[in-house]
């Protein structure tokens, strides 16, 4: 056989094995690209995406999009060709696969974390929304998890309205932690709830629950790396009463990050005339009781999605402008926001063609 021939077929060989190396080697990477977007104002699956009834709602036009990341999942092992293939994709990011899935947090764990924040987005979209309207909501503590094998296991339930710990009435969730770490692991605190069935049988029969009993739980020590304190094994959470029916339907959505563009698009159902003036604009954010607008993650994707859809203005979370703003797509306007004040500023200026002094990404 000719030297060259010999060397040619020498190589190709090598390259099919590295090849096949490099598909059957599994890599510690997960990949996150741009995903759907949809818009708020319209229609998903068949049906609007908001449903308000028992209040007047108005028609409204344009759009303002929420926007996705796919990520692979969190039981998926990329091999080492599709991580190279992502690094050297313009618009996909292959990142740890820690850093998407930390201590080993599974699919069905995911799942289920994604499902829980994307239900607590809606909530706080719609009273964001409606406080920003002047319509009065209802609000409580709750319990919201009961972690298995902790000292509340059995004593507390998810769905517990918390009135007071210790005799010190709790006005948000993070009063009750406050209150509770006040004690040292082994110690005992008191919890005066209104159970989960008692409040449940209330709202059905649109009355105030009134029904309390006291639960004395003794607390266990932290398992966390740092200091030692006290705890009793559970999260508290809000829950609301709203003077009329808002309900979101989009499935297969997860996370917290649609909570922004939910509150603005019942905003604008809830308000005569179109927040958009018809212009395209997506954006992205959580959002809290208050109106506050937080980060999220995957922002370069999320503007690339947005883009690819025609959308001209993307609202953009303040602590996300820097690096939304060293990739932006060709034809995007990122507007930098802290709160749903800010948002509905930059709508009413992007509606009246006023758009020069929008507040602005930078790197």
């Not at 030692?228 to 829950?239: M, N, Q």
Request: aromatic share 4%; charged share 20%; hydrophobic share 35%.
């Amino acid at each position: 056989m000719p030297r060259r021939t010999a060397t040619m077929l020498a190589s190709t060989l090598m390259l099919i094995a590295l090849l096949c190396a490099g598909v059957l080697i599994p890599v510690p990477y997960a990949e996150m690209s741009p995903g759907p977007t949809v818009n708020t104002l319209g229609d998903h699956a068949g049906e609007p995406v908001l449903q308000i009834s028992g209040r007047k709602t108005y028609t409204t036009s344009g759009h303002l999009n929420m926007t996705t990341v796919r990520v692979t999942s969190a039981d998926y092992r990329m091999n080492l060709v599709e991580a190279v293939y992502g690094w050297l994709a313009h618009d996909n990011k292959v990142v740890p696969h820690d850093t998407l899935y930390p201590d080993g947090k599974t699919e069905e764990q995911s799942t289920q974390e994604n499902a829980e924040e994307f239900s607590q987005s809606q909530e706080s979209a719609k009273v964001a929304a409606l406080k920003e309207l002047d319509i009065p909501v209802t609000s409580w503590v709750i319990v919201s998890t009961v972690v298995k094998g902790s000292p509340a296991e059995g004593r507390l339930h998810a769905g517990d309205v918390i009135k007071a710990v210790d005799g010190t009435v709790v006005k948000e969730p993070g009063d009750v932690a406050k209150l509770v770490t006040k004690h040292k692991p082994g110690e005992k605190v008191v919890f005066r709830i209104v159970p989960a069935k008692e409040q449940a049988a209330a709202e059905k029969a649109n009355k105030t629950a009134t029904k309390t009993q006291d639960v004395t739980i003794t607390t266990a020590t932290s398992d966390d790396s740092g200091e030692k304190r006290a705890i009793v094994g559970i999260s508290a959470g809000t829950d609301h009463t709203f003077p009329f029916t808002i309900d979101i339907k989009l499935a297969d959505v997860g996370g917290p990050s649609a909570g922004l563009m939910f509150a603005l698009g019942i905003y604008d159902k809830l308000t005569p005339g179109s927040l958009t003036g018809g212009k395209f604009v997506a954006g992205t954010g959580t959002i809290d009781d208050a109106g506050k607008v937080g980060p999220i993650g995957g922002i370069e994707m999320k503007t690339v999605g947005a883009r690819s859809q025609g959308a001209q203005y993307f609202l953009t979370p303040a602590e996300n402008c820097a690096a939304a703003a060293t990739d932006t797509p060709s034809g995007l306007r990122l507007v930098k926001v802290n709160t749903i004040d800010d948002a509905l500023d930059a709508l009413k200026d992007i509606r009246g063609g006023d758009t020069a002094d929008l507040p602005k990404c930078t790197k």
